[in-house]
């Protein structure tokens, strides 16, 4: 066996990459409401990394 292994869908690093949502920033453009806002990226919750295994509508699902 390989000493990188990966859970399936993750490659090896995957916490070193960054986030393609917001290509790094840690801000994506949120139209919700009509009229475009800057938010944090739910999918790094701002920190411009790639974070393995997280769901970014788990925040809305829990608030509604």
Do not use: K, Y
């Amino acid at each position: 066996m390989a000493a990188d292994q990966s859970q399936p869908g993750q490659a090896a690093g995957d916490e070193q990459r960054a986030c393609t949502a917001c290509r790094g920033t840690g801000r994506v453009i949120s139209g919700l409401g009509g009229t475009p806002n800057e938010v944090p990226c739910p999918w790094c919750e701002g920190t411009g990394r790639f974070i393995p295994g997280h769901d970014a509508q788990a925040a809305r699902r829990e608030a509604g």
